[in-house]
C-alpha cells in the first residue's frame, strides 16, 4: 500500500525580470510504500530536493497530483517530519527542550514530554547530553538531536534533506548505521535525498535516479540486500555491483550536462 503517489507531477519556478522560467520537475510518477526506505539521487539541480519540499508540503507542483494516505497534500504538519543538512536547532534550548518542542506545541503533558524526551535521547545516544546546548554539541551530535526531535513528533513519513552531507566520513557512517537501526524501531516511510551512491545503497530499499534537469525518474534500482545492514556488506560483491549500475547511471545523465 503506497503512503505517498506523485502523478505526472510538473514544477516550474517563474523567472523574475528578464529571467527565463526554470522547469525543475517534469512528469514525475512515483508511488512510496508505507514503511519503505526510498533514496532519491541524481544530479545537482534535477529537483530531488524540490520534490521532498512538496511532499512536506512547503512547494507546491505547478501540474499533477500528489497524495498522502489517498489526500491531496496539504500544509505542513507533525505526521511529516523533515530534517535538513543545516542542523537548524533552537540555539537557546537545551538538547532535551529541542526534543521536546513538537510534543509541547500539541499541548503534551509534562510528565508525558519527560517520557518521550527520554525515550529519543536513548535512541541517539545522547544519554549525558540532556543539558547540553547546540553550541556545546559535535555536528554528529546536533544531527542526532535533529533527527530525535523529528521523530519526537511520531511521524508517518520521515524526510531527509542531505542530513549528513555536512559531517566528515567517520561520523557520517556511523550516523548512517545509527539511522537504520532508528528507523528500524519506529513504523515511519522515510523519504531520503542525497548525492553518495555509496549512501543510498546502504540505506535504501529502492533508490530513484533523476534525469538532469528538468528533473524526470530516469530508473528505479531495488537494493536487495538483507536487513539489518551491517558495515562490512560495504566490501560484498553485491554492494560493489549496485554501486557500479547507479554510477553508470548517473554518471550518464551528468556527462550529458557538462557535453
Known amino acids: 500500500m503506497s503512503i505517498i503517489k506523485a502523478e505526472h507531477i510538473t514544477k516550474v519556478f517563474q523567472g523574475s525580470g528578464n529571467d527565463p522560467d526554470v522547469v525543475a520537475i517534469e512528469e514525475f510518477s512515483l508511488e512510496i510504500a508505507k514503511q519503505e526506505f526510498l533514496a532519491i539521487i541524481g544530479p545537482s539541480g534535477c529537483g530531488k530536493s524540490t520534490f521532498l519540499l512538496m511532499v512536506a508540503g512547503l512547494e507546491k507542483q505547478t501540474s499533477g497530483n500528489l497524495f498522502l494516505n489517498n489526500e491531496p497534500v496539504g500544509k505542513p504538519e507533525a505526521s511529516r517530519a523533515i530534517v535538513f543538512q543545516e542542523y537548524l536547532l533552537f540555539p537557546w534550548k537545551t538538547v532535551k527542550s529541542n526534543i521536546e518542542f513538537g510534543p509541547s506545541l500539541q499541548k503534551t503533558p509534562k510528565s508525558t514530554l519527560e517520557t518521550i524526551s527520554r525515550h529519543y535521547i536513548d535512541l541517539v545516544g545522547l544519554n549525558g547530553f ?120 548517473v554518471w550518464e545523465e551528468v556527462a550529458q550536462t557538462v557535453a
Open 130 to 249: 540532556e543539558n547540553r546546548y547546540p553550541h556545546e554539541l559535535s555536528g554528529g551530535m546536533k544531527q542526532r538531536v535533529a533527527i530525535a526531535r523529528a521523530l519526537a513528533n511520531e511521524p508517518d513519513i520521515l524526510l531527509m534533506d542531505e542530513p549528513f552531507g555536512a559531517l566528515d566520513s567517520l561520523t557520517r557512517e556511523s550516523l548512517q548505521m545509527e539511522l537504520l537501526n532508528i528507523w528500524q524501531q519506529t513504523t515511519c516511510t522515510v523519504l531520503f535525498v542525497t548525492h553518495s551512491i555509496t549512501e543510498a545503497v546502504y540505506l535504501a530499499d529502492r533508490v530513484v535516479v533523476m534525469s538532469r534537469r528538468p528533473g524526470r525518474i530516469k530508473d528505479v534500482i531495488s537494493i536487495d540486500l538483507p536487513r539489518p545492514r551491517h558495515k562490512d556488506m560495504f566490501a560484498s560483491d553485491r554492494f560493489r555491483n549496485y554501486e557500479t549500475l547507479l554510477k553508470e547511471i
